[in-house]
Each structure stands twice: as structure tokens, then as C-alpha cells.
């Protein structure tokens, strides 16, 4: 029953955990595809054209392993991941905070910039003054009440407003669908570096906590959770995909037509290209969109990784320091942009990052997921998501070695 499966949120509306379940879809989802995604697969696809495909493929699958092992073994312990890393081992889940906030922080340099970027694209403000209006937005969402149920509905509309671009998009432009099939399942060269970055850009580092911590902090904990982890996390590695395609397949048409996108900014080359200045315009306003909700998720599941409270008491004291830690998130983020700027860089390079970080968080939930302390005695781990799991460990750490080997 769902009554089992869910507690009272800290605001006082109740929810049913499916509605907990969906707004973890959509936040962890949208926090997947934000300024780092459009800026790393238009830049794959101007640069591996149809095989960039087999790196998408790729990462739906690692998502989907990696997803429902994490989402599982949160739910059912009830228990943040860095309190399941401080279990397994003493200052371990200070180290995966340190990695995961840190990895957060500067992808939020570029979702503030993002954001700014798209008001500039929209209505001709300064990215610098755009990215002040976006980030005062979204300290405004999360400090009006009830904030984490208007997050969740910011995220869903935002999300409509992507995927509707998206399909205008696809709708002016040639697909070369045939081109593209071929190459996702026979690619004629495999790139290990694309494959770690968007590895990284869609389940890397925070946001592959995101959801598991916004189910439990909607209160869906335990084995009666289980439903709802399975279709939270499936819905939202598939609204995600379904995203990080439709933008592979425009960027593929523009690109295979005899365009050469612009480095600086070949996401907005496609849509320039593709729709002349009304597409351009589409693009601010796809990237204000996108960045957003990944400053909503990455702030969100950045912040979370500071609560180590195992008791109500020590939860409503973290819950009074929230917006400040909020707030100071949010501010850093978007000061940092404008002492620094080069977002499209910082997104790229901390996706690539954040690939590195992914076989390390993974494999610590993997080993908490053994420990009955942790688990309770009740719930045995799928032997299957175990074994992927430890798999895409294997493969995600290979590759991440391959890619600093041929960097550096």
C-alpha cells in the first residue's frame, strides 16, 4: 500500500509516493539534460557525426544499470548516500560529499551561465545580468513554501517547454534517421572520451543521486518503495533519453547537410541553422529552460549531501539551514561565472570529470548494498543489478583512465 511507502513530506501538503516518484523522474531527468548536454552533444555530434549514436546508446544503458541500483539501495536503507558511505566506512561519506558537491558546484557555474546565456539569446540582456534574474529565481523557488513540490512542478513545465522546441526543431529540418540507426549499432570508430563526458553530463556525479535523494525526501523509503523507484527511475533515464536524441537527430541533420557548427556555440549553430533567427530565438529559450533545472537539480542534490541527521530532530535542524546553504549554492555559482565566464569549457571538462566520479559513488552504494546494517536483514540486492553494476564500475573506470591517458 502507498501508505506504507511514503511519509509526509516537510511541507504540509501530502503526496502519494507515485507523484513523489514522478517529480524525482522529472528532477533527475532534467538535471541530465541541461547547458552541459546541449553543449556536449552538439559538440560529439559535430564531431563523430552518425557514431556519436553508439555513445548515446551507451549511456541509456549505463543510466538505466546505474539508476535503479542507486535509486534501490537509497530507498530501501532510507538513508542519504553519504550516510551509506560513512557506514561502510568511517569519513567515506565525507569524501563522496566532498566529490559530488564539488562536481555540483561547478556544473552549476555553467547552468547559472546558461540560463543567463538564454535571456541574452531571448530578450538581449547581458548573460552576466541573465544569469543574476535566473539565479534569483531559483533561490525564490526554494524559499517559498512547499519547496520541493514547486521544484517539481517548475522542473515538469520546463520540461514541456524542451521537448515541444525539440519537436518544432525536428519538424523543419531532413533527419537522416536511416544514417543514424546504422551507425548506433555498427559505429565505424567508438570514442571513448564522448562516452565517459556524457556518461558523466547525464549520470555522473550529483545527478545520479538526484532522484534517489528527492524519493526520500518525499519520504518514499523502504521495500514498499520499490514500485515507485522502478518507475520513477525508468521514466525519468527515458524522458532523458528521449531528449539527448531528438537534439543528436537536429544537430545530425544540420551537420550531415554540409554545416560545420560553431565551436564557441555549436548548440545554438544547429538551431540557427536549422529555423534561421525564430530557431535562434527557440534556442534561448531552450537554454534558459535547461539551465533552469539543472540549477534547481544540482543545487537540490548538491545541498542534500550536507545532511548526515539520522533522527527527526537532527533533520529539522538541517531543514532551518536549508536556505541559507541554498542561498550560498546558488550565489558562489553564479559569482564564479562572472569572475571566470567560459562555461561551455567548464561543462565539458566537469562532464568528463564527473564520469571519473561516477565508478566510485556507484561502486560505494554497490558494497553498502551487501551490508544487512545498511539494508536491514529483509532485502536481498538483485544478484543481476549487482553484477552490472559492477560491471559499468569496471567499464566506467577503464574508460575514464583511457580518456585522462589520451588527454594528457
Do not use: C
Request: hydrophobic residues 55%.
Amino acid at each position: 500500500m502507498e501508505s506504507k511507502a511514503i511519509v509526509n513530506e516537510t511541507a504540509p501538503q501530502k503526496r502519494s509516493a507515485r507523484s513523489v516518484a514522478m517529480g524525482a523522474a522529472f528532477v533527475m531527468a532534467m538535471a541530465a539534460v541541461g547547458p552541459g548536454f546541449l553543449t556536449q552533444t552538439a559538440t560529439f555530434t559535430s564531431k563523430l557525426g552518425p557514431n556519436f549514436g553508439f555513445a548515446i546508446l551507451a549511456t541509456i544503458v549505463i543510466d538505466i544499470i546505474v539508476q535503479l541500483n542507486i535509486w534501490r539501495i537509497i530507498t530501501v536503507s532510507g538513508k542519504h548516500a553519504q550516510q551509506i558511505a560513512n557506514e561502510i566506512f568511517p569519513g567515506l561519506g565525507y569524501f563522496l560529499t566532498f566529490l559530488i558537491v564539488v562536481g555540483g558546484f561547478f556544473f552549476n557555474i555553467g547552468n547559472v551561465a546558461g540560463a543567463g546565456l538564454g535571456l541574452n539569446v531571448l530578450f538581449g540582456i547581458s548573460p552576466e545580468n541573465g544569469a543574476v534574474l535566473a539565479a534569483i529565481f531559483a533561490i525564490v523557488i526554494f524559499l517559498v513554501r512547499n519547496a520541493l513540490v514547486v521544484m517539481d512542478h517548475t522542473v515538469q513545465v520546463l520540461a514541456v517547454v524542451k521537448i515541444a522546441i525539440l519537436i518544432y526543431i525536428l519538424s523543419v529540418t531532413t533527419v537522416p534517421v536511416s544514417s543514424a540507426l546504422t551507425h548506433t549499432f555498427a559505429p565505424t570508430s567508438i570514442d571513448f572520451y564522448s562516452i565517459v563526458t556524457i556518461v558523466g553530463g547525464t549520470v555522473g556525479g550529483y545527478i545520479s543521486f538526484s532522484g534517489g535523494h528527492r524519493l526520500l525526501e518525499g519520504g518514499v523509503r523502504g521495500k514498499e518503495g520499490l514500485k515507485y523507484v522502478n518507475e520513477g527511475a525508468l521514466t525519468g533515464i527515458g524522458i532523458a533519453s528521449v531528449i539527448r536524441i531528438m537534439l543528436f537527430l537536429a544537430g545530425l541533420a544540420v551537420v550531415m547537410a554540409g554545416h560545420k557548427l560553431n565551436a564557441l556555440n555549436p548548440a545554438a549553430d544547429i538551431f540557427k541553422i536549422a529555423a534561421g533567427n525564430f530557431g535562434f530565438k527557440f534556442f534561448g529559450l531552450l537554454l534558459f529552460a535547461a539551465g533552469m533545472t539543472s540549477i534547481l537539480g544540482s543545487t537540490f542534490t548538491s545541498v542534500s549531501f550536507l545532511n548526515y541527521s539520522n533522527d527527526a530532530a537532527g533533520n529539522q535542524k538541517f531543514e532551518k539551514a536549508r536556505p541559507i546553504l541554498v542561498l550560498a549554492f546558488i550565489v558562489l555559482s553564479t559569482l564564479f561565472f562572472y569572475l571566470i565566464g567560459k562555461p561551455a569549457q567548464i561543462l565539458v571538462i566537469v562532464g568528463a570529470v564527473n564520469g571519473l566520479i561516477l565508478p566510485v559513488a556507484l561502486g560505494i552504494l554497490l558494497i553498502g548494498a551487501s551490508k544487512t546494517k545498511i539494508m536491514g536483514m529483509a532485502y536481498k540486492h538483485p544478484i543481476l543489478l549487482s553484477v552490472l553494476g559492477w560491471i559499468v564500475v569496471a567499464f566506467m573506470t577503464f574508460s575514464g583512465v583511457e580518456t585522462l591517458i589520451t588527454t594528457f
